[in-house]
């Protein structure tokens, strides 16, 4: 337990029998969470004897989502590289462990603030008449604490940093500072492997025609090693929006809110995992902000904490700005979405107040305009919250973990 308060692990917990050793542990200063649940494991299995089985429960705002267990014994033979990483998948257990709830806690991380500065949004346009590019380029900050266990509040402002070329067309927001997404939202496991999230506020997609308020409700229910899960999401939202509106004398600004809120997107979710190598594929199909009902399919290929997703669009509906012959065309489109993530891999301690860098940068492409198919992201689903938890990605990604821990600690190199 001391050894894990020392490196920064919160909401710590433990008990212990002749056989057993369970820790409950989270750990908000290593960027991947792989990583820190395979330190808490080899920590928690560094001073028990070979045959005593080690239990790990890694939790996400307080809240149990997966148990890893393994013998003391192989985990250290495995860290010292004694043994293979294939051999020791057919030793380690990893499932979801949602109802696993833990003792009285050690080192909360609740009520404690981070304030993450990063990239905000890219916009831009290639190939114009007159110009090549027109590019807008923001910073973000985003405030987030968490009040209670699965109770998290958060914040965020965009800064302009870079702009070439003019505004995007459609964005209103050109070189302003402005407030982004405010929400509430709430985690809470239902079994060992079901999860429900409610989120309510003001969300900034990055696209002023389609900003929203509301509430959303988002609901996954996975198998216990994680590689199927099903589930849907339902909002009830208006446009809500801070709006900058330009002419060539000032600028105008105010907050835009629409009631009673009226827009009700739905949406059925599938997903499978392939164990072996980090491959998702989700097929969903609902209704969606424009009013379109839609089938989307995204496969994602992981290279640990950097995503790349292809997806496609076959949507019932068109844009309706478009002034071109063949807007039926947006019926069907695709694109892609890249997910990179920044350095630092490890943040400061947590404390009271603590300034880090944002985990990653995201960024997508379509490749034909058009807004059918455009689905609340707020960041604050279930798959946003548990996703890094999933045992397929915990049992894809050890070798990569055993190599940053090894680095981390010398003696797991003994």
């Not at 028990?48 to 033979?77: C, Q, W």
Request: aromatic share 12%; net charge positive.
């Amino acid at each position: 337990m001391d050894r894990l308060r020392s490196a920064g692990y919160e909401n710590l917990a433990c008990e212990t029998t002749d056989s057993s050793v369970v820790v409950w542990c989270e750990n908000r200063r290593i960027r991947y969470p792989v990583v820190w649940m395979i330190e808490a494991l080899s920590v928690a299995a560094s001073a028990a004897p070979d045959d005593v089985m080690v239990h790990v429960v890694a939790e996400r705002l307080a809240i149990p989502v997966t148990g890893l267990s393994a013998r003391a014994g192989d985990i250290r033979a495995w860290l010292n590289g004694s043994v293979g990483t294939e051999e020791f998948r057919r030793s380690i257990r990893v499932e979801f462990a949602g109802s696993e709830r833990p003792p009285e806690r050690h080192s909360s991380s609740l009520r404690k603030v981070d304030l993450a500065i990063g990239p905000g949004r890219i916009l831009s346009e290639f190939g114009l008449p007159g110009v090549w590019i027109r590019a807008n380029f923001d910073v973000s900050a985003e405030i987030s604490t968490a009040f209670l266990p699965g109770l998290n509040a958060s914040g965020r402002m965009f800064f302009p940093a870079y702009n070439t070329g003019g505004p995007v067309d459609n964005d209103s927001r050109y070189n302003e500072l402005r407030p982004g997404s405010m929400l509430l939202s709430y985690l809470r496991p239902v079994g060992r492997s079901g999860f429900l999230s409610f989120c309510g506020g003001m969300v900034e997609m990055a696209n002023w025609r389609y900003d929203s308020y509301g509430v959303v409700v988002d609901a996954k229910q996975y198998s216990s090693d994680g590689s199927w899960g099903v589930g849907g999401s339902l909002g009830y939202v208006a446009p809500g929006r801070y709006q900058v509106l330009n002419d060539r004398t000032q600028r105008y600004r105010s907050w835009i809110f629409v009631w009673p809120l009226h827009n009700t997107p739905y949406e059925a979710w599938a997903s499978y995992r392939v164990t072996g190598f980090d491959l998702r594929m989700t097929a969903r199909w609902g209704r969606y902000l424009v009013g379109d009902r839609a089938w989307r399919m995204d496969v994602e290929r992981s290279f640990g904490e950097t995503k790349i997703t292809v997806f496609g669009i076959k949507s019932d509906g068109y844009s309706d700005y478009l002034k071109r012959v063949d807007r039926q065309n947006t019926r069907l489109l695709g694109g892609v979405r890249m997910e990179i993530p920044l350095p630092p891999r490890e943040r400061g301690m947590p404390d009271r107040f603590r300034v880090t860098s944002a985990p990653a940068f995201a960024w997508s492409y379509r490749y034909r305009v058009g807004d059918v198919g455009v689905d609340l992201v707020t960041r604050q689903a279930v798959e946003d919250h548990v996703g890094a938890y999933n045992p397929i990605t915990i049992y894809n990604n050890l070798e990569r973990a055993r190599s940053q821990v090894r680095a981390r600690q010398p003696e797991a190199r003994q």
